[in-house]
Structures are given as structure tokens and as C-alpha cells.
């Protein structure tokens, strides 16, 4: 098993922009298929195995007969091709039945329409190139710009960048949920756009999707919900009974949402959905060209080749789970959580943040450095997730923590009462958050 070294705050690109590559030739004469199998569970031994549960994200784990099939599916359609519908209408199929019953989970209605992405990142880029495209068809917008709070994932800024519009990030609220009025304050009139979180990856909070509805509504503009993380996993939360703000189609101004099949969702890798309310607005993802001498070309999305894997791994574990396998897997994912916060509660050096409705819990404090407290459960063999600003140590909470949860609690029992012992310097905290490096 790896360990994360403390404070490693070198950000793991690889290579590095600035790096020399070292070549290397292929092998001279291939190897034989079981020398490559095991030269990849040797490469596969230095990662950190989700399945052991020390990691707090990356994984989004269901069970066992759910991986499996996830994993089946995945390989079995590896090398369809989604950009040709025409030679494997397997893919069309299995994506509009995925589209269809997400959009169905999410208040849609039959206008509504979307597509399946590669991920949250390219699903939020379409979402802010179909506002922009949609915009400019019906008024001049001289300084193109969105504005977003400002606990949304960076790919709204990689969105920006490579459309070239500008983006402001608004403060958020004392709740750590997006501050309304301060948004408001933020559009002008060539702002196209403004999204919310369901939750946002920071704080684990559902951002007050009906008041920006309002203002979107007010406004004419396109209101985004990036439910990344929530989509697949909000709407069995509020049927298992705990209450949900609302966040999906439900609530008016939502044009669009983002939802990752790849996260609670349990699909493979490399799958995500973005959803339009109206399918006219959808029209406006797509890229259409023909100047070229092969004739028509038309993509939905940004990719070309799409492989049908992550596609049909996401049909297949919706199929295999039903709206039950998924209440019930949220039922014991709910539980579980209750047992963090439980856990938390009992230290009375940490503040849970906010008020979390789903499984995203980020922890604080302004008794002992967290930063101390993380280092120390690095030498203790877990992976940690840190966020910035405000200092705070997070667990994105699913069911392969079920088996480990107690550990981990014992263990950062025992690391808050190692940092105390600690006594960082004064500026320990500033000087850390600074350089925090998400994942
Ligand atoms: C809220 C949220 N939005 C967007 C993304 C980006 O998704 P991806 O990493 O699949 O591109 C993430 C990823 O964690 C996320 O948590």
C-alpha cells in the first residue's frame, strides 16, 4: 500500500509542464500476455485500492455484484464507437435509455433531452456552450460572461477559458451556500449564465437552486445545476426520507443539469450526463461541420470517438440496481453517514460544516490545525481530502466506508489528540491552506 507523503503539495501532473520526458522505446519483441498481466498488477499495486476504504473520494462503491457488472458492460462495449449511431445503434439505444430515465428521476418532461459525457468537466462546458450559442442567437452579447459561486468546481473556469468568455466567482454565503443577492448584484447585461451546486465539492451543500431560479427567471438568463455529485444520489435520499432542497427541473429556471453516472451513479469511468429541460436548448451543444472532404460531420458532444463502454456501463448498473437497488443502497449510504456525523459530533474539536443533506462532509476546525490532524492520519495509512478555504478535511461518504468507518474514527480521534500535542506555529494554517491541492 502506498502512503500519501505529509504535506506532499507537489500537484501530481505527470509529467510536470516544465518537465523533460524521457523517452523510452517499446519493448523490442512484445511480452507474452501473462508477463503483461503482471507487469499491471505490479503498476496496479502502487495505487491505493479503493475497495480497503482508506480513500475518502475517487470511488464510488455500491457492492461487489454492482462493480462487476459495471465492469462487464464497460468491457464488453470498449471498442463500440458512439459518434457512429448508424453502425452501432447499441449505443443510441442505451444512451437515450439512460438520458430518458435520468431526466425522469429529475422532473423532466417530454421536450427534455441530453446526452452522456466523458465526465462532470465536459458536461458543464456543453452546459455553458449551449447557454452562450443559445444566447447569441437572440441578442448581441459584447463581453460574454458567466457568474457562479464561488464553491463550484474549476471546470466552469476551464469552460470559460476555452470559450472566451469571462467568469466571477461571488462569495458565498455565512451558511457556506451561494450567496443570492450577491449574485444578483454580479450580472450585468451581457451575463448568460449562473449556475448552483447540488452539492458543491468543497462544502457537500445544496445551493438555494429556488432563489436563483427566481433571479434566472427575472433576468432572462440560463440557470445551470451542477449535480455532479447529487443528481443520481438526491432524489433516493428524499425517498429514503430525509428532506432535500430542491434542485432538479422541478424548480422553473434550471435550463440544465450536469449528473455523473461515474459517481454515485456507480457506473465505470468516463460517463456523465448533461440534461436540458428543453430540447431546443440542447440543438445548440452540438457542433456541425462539412467543410472538409468527407462530407457531414456532427458531434454532440466535445469528443469524437465515444466509446460505448462508459455507456453501457452506466445502462447496465441502472438496469441491474432499479429505482429500488438504489433506495436501498441510499438507505444504508444514509445510515452510514449518520454514523460519521455521530462520530464528529463526539470531538469536540471539530465542526461539521454547514448542514449536509447528502454524503459530502467536510470537517473544521479552530481548535487544533487540520492540517496536523491529516498528516498524522497519512502516517496512519489513510488518504486525505483537504479543502483550502476554510481549512477542513473532508469524506465523500459510500458504502465501502462501511466496513472501516469505526477505524477511522478511532483513528482521527487519535490524530486530533497527536495535533494538539503539536502546537504549530501561529501562521501553520495560512501557510498550509495556501498550497492545498484538491485531490
Ligand atoms: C460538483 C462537481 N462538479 C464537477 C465535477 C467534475 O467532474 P469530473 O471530474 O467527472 O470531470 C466534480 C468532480 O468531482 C464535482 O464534484
Redesign the pocket.
Known amino acids: 500500500m502506498n502512503t500519501q507523503p505529509a504535506f506532499n503539495f507537489t500537484f501530481p501532473i505527470n509529467p510536470m509542464p516544465n518537465e523533460a520526458i524521457n523517452l523510452i522505446p517499446f519493448p523490442r519483441q512484445g511480452m507474452s500476455v501473462e508477463t503483461v498481466r503482471q507487469e499491471l498488477l505490479n503498476l496496479q499495486r502502487s495505487d491505493w485500492r479503493h475497495s480497503e476504504g482508506r480513500l475518502p473520494l475517487h470511488g464510488y462503491f455500491a457492492s461487489k455484484a454492482v462493480s462487476d457488472i459495471a465492469n462487464e458492460a464497460a468491457s464488453m462495449f470498449a471498442n463500440t464507437n458512439a459518434l457512429a449511431p448508424n453502425a452501432f445503434p447499441s449505443c443510441k439505444k442505451m444512451e437515450q435509455d439512460v438520458v430518458s430515465m435520468a431526466l425522469h428521476l429529475l422532473n423532466g418532461n417530454s421536450k427534455s433531452s441530453g446526452s452522456i459525457t466523458s465526465?462532470?468537466?465536459?458536461s458543464?462546458i456543453l452546459s455553458v456552450k449551449a447557454a452562450r450559442d443559445k444566447t447569441r442567437a437572440s441578442r448581441a452579447l459584447r463581453r460574454p460572461n458567466i457568474v457562479v459561486p464561488s464553491s463550484a468546481?474549476p471546470?466552469f473556469d476551464k469552460a470559460a477559458q476555452l470559450l472566451d468568455v469571462a467568469i466571477s466567482r461571488v462569495p458565498v454565503d455565512v451558511d457556506w451556500r451561494c450567496h443570492v443577492s450577491a449574485m444578483e448584484q454580479a450580472i450585468d447585461g451581457d451575463t448568460f449564465f449562473i449556475a448552483a451546486?447540488a452539492p458543491?465539492?468543497p462544502y457537500g451543500l445544496i445551493d438555494p437552486v429556488s432563489e436563483l431560479s427566481e433571479i434566472a427567471l427575472k433576468h432572462g438568463i440560463w440557470l445551470h445545476v451542477?449535480a455532479?455529485?447529487g443528481g443520481l444520489l438526491a432524489p433516493f435520499v428524499r425517498q429514503t426520507g430525509y428532506p432535500v432542497s430542491d434542485f432538479d427541473f422541478m424548480v422553473r429556471g434550471v435550463r440544465s443539469i450536469?449528473t455523473?453516472l461515474?459517481k454515485f451513479g456507480y457506473a465505470a469511468k468516463g460517463a456523465?450526463l448533461i440534461l436540458y429541460r428543453d430540447k431546443e436548448d440542447h440543438q445548440f451543444q452540438y457542433s456541425h461541420f462539412r467543410n472538409w472532404p468527407k462530407g457531414e460531420y456532427i458531434t454532440p458532444t466535445l469528443a469524437g470517438t465515444r466509446s460505448g463502454g462508459p455507456i453501457a456501463s452506466a445502462w447496465a448498473v441502472m438496469h441491474f440496481l432499479g429505482e429500488d437497488g438504489y433506495r436501498e443502497i441510499t438507505k444504508r449510504l444514509m445510515i452510514l453517514r449518520d454514523r460519521y456525523l455521530a462520530g464528529f459530533d463526539e470531538m469536540p474539536e471539530l465542526t461539521v460544516l454547514g448542514r449536509p443533506e447528502l454524503t459530502v462532509l467536510t470537517v473544521i476546525s479552530d481548535k487544533v490545525s487540520v492540517f496536523s490532524i491529516a498528516d498524522e492520519m497519512r502516517r496512519r495509512n489513510w488518504y486525505m481530502s483537504l479543502v483550502a478555504e476554510p481549512a477542513g478535511i473532508q469524506q465523500t461518504v459510500n458504502l465501502v466506508h462501511e466496513s472501516i468507518v469505526d477505524t477511522y474514527l478511532k483513528d482521527l480521534k487519535a490524530a486530533i489528540a497527536f495535533a494538539r500535542a503539536q502546537e504549530p506555529d501561529q501562521d501553520f494554517h495560512l501557510q498550509h491552506a495556501s498550497r492545498v491541492v484538491t485531490y
Open positions: 465526465g462532470g468537466t465536459e458543464i468546481h471546470a451546486s458543491s465539492l451542477d455532479c455529485i450536469s455523473d461515474h456523465s
